[in-house]
């Protein structure tokens, strides 16, 4: 990843999301998340949380 960032892959589609977290190398991870259910999002914002820093462009 571009700088050393980490990656979080929020999706429904758990095999595409580890498909590309194979592709994209150990810096990339998924989480199987429903972004209508608001306490799925507030674990996957937790899990990006973990493992760096949260940054906008």
């Known amino acids: 990843m571009a700088d050393g960032a980490s ?3 929020a999706d429904l589609d758990t095999e595409r ?3 590309l977290v194979r592709e994209l ?3 990339v991870r998924s989480l ?3 972004v209508t259910d608001e306490d799925a999002v507030l674990d996957a914002v937790a ?3 973990e493992i760096g820093d ?3 462009p």
């Open 25 to 27: 190398g150990p810096r």
């Open 54 to 56: 949260l940054r906008g």
């Open 47 to 49: 899990a990006a949380r």
């Open 17 to 19: 999301a580890d498909e």
């Open 32 to 34: 199987r998340t429903d």
């Open 7 to 9: 990656v979080l892959i």
